[in-house]
């Protein structure tokens, strides 16, 4: 099977979270921003794989430099990350075979390793649902009554933070997310769509400093790990095996 690899990257966000004058994925981090950091992760683990990027048509912040991938395009976002995901896949319809592998990747998790990338796509192919990179629940869980008090505590036995990249077949997940669309299904993210068909993606363990940018601390905390990242891979051989960021 000769089936190709697509790469689709929500960047459509407004980051109202963030509270910052641009949206998170344009924001400052390392001397670059966080998209351009990003995508440079993921050209680094599949330099041949075709890059679709959901970008708000109104963007004005965007520059097709930071992009690294030779063969790619941009489709227009959707009011929620799955319409943007949706949209991405009908966009090079005429081009994917149903057998392809999708990978869809926040673009605010710019920390996510190249070894990781790689290992996620190599458990992927040898399985015939897909999956995604999670990791254990480590905090203890609690549950609220609506009203800012503590309901109950959740055993966290079992339970995984959900990370991205997530992947699945294209025919596959197109069909996943227009089914949820279809019956109105509230999801955040890929794995939720593909749940919903009564199918159990496989949970693939990743790093914990694979985070989202998701509040102002969180760029700080990004910030830090990419200096980590880099002073590992200058420790010397045998620790990291990936570029610097």
Same mark, same amino acid.
Request: net charge negative; aromatic share 6%.
């Given at each position: 099977m000769n089936e190709r690899l697509w790469l689709v990257v929500p960047a459509a966000g407004r980051g109202r979270r963030m509270g910052a004058a641009l949206p998170k994925q344009y924001l400052m981090l390392a001397g670059r921003p966080v998209l351009a950091h990003t995508l440079a992760r993921l050209h680094r683990a599949f330099p041949e794989a075709r890059l679709c990027l959901c970008l708000d048509p109104d963007d004005a912040h965007f520059d097709p430099a930071w992009v690294p991938f030779a063969q790619w395009g941009r489709s227009p976002g959707g009011a929620e990350r799955a319409d943007s995901v949706r949209q991405a896949l009908a966009s090079f319809a005429d081009e994917a075979e !149903? !057998? +392809?592998?999708? /990978?869809? *990747? !926040?673009?605010? %998790? &710019?920390?996510? %390793? #190249?070894? !990781?990338? $790689? *290992? /996620?796509?190599?458990?992927? %192919?040898? +399985? &015939? #649902? @897909? @999956? /995604? /990179?999670? $990791? &254990?629940a480590a905090d203890t869980m609690k549950r609220d009554d609506g009203q800012g008090r503590v309901a109950r505590t959740e055993a966290r036995v079992g339970l995984w933070q959900a990370q991205t990249p997530q992947g699945f077949r294209y025919g596959l997940l197109r069909r996943a997310l227009g089914e949820a669309a279809a019956s109105g299904l509230e999801i955040t993210d890929e794995a939720s769509a593909v749940e919903a068909m009564g199918l159990a993606p496989q949970l693939v363990p990743g790093r914990r400093d694979n985070i989202k940018i998701t509040h102002p601390e969180d760029l700080a905390l990004a910030g830090h790990i990419l200096a980590a990242q880099r002073d590992e891979l200058l420790s010397g051989p045998g620790h990291v095996h990936e570029e610097a960021p």
């Open positions: !149903d !057998d +392809d592998w999708v /990978l869809v *990747h !926040d673009v605010a %998790r &710019p920390c996510v %390793r #190249v070894d !990781d990338l $790689t *290992h /996620l796509y190599a458990a992927l %192919r040898q +399985d &015939p #649902v @897909g @999956g /995604l /990179l999670a $990791t &254990p």
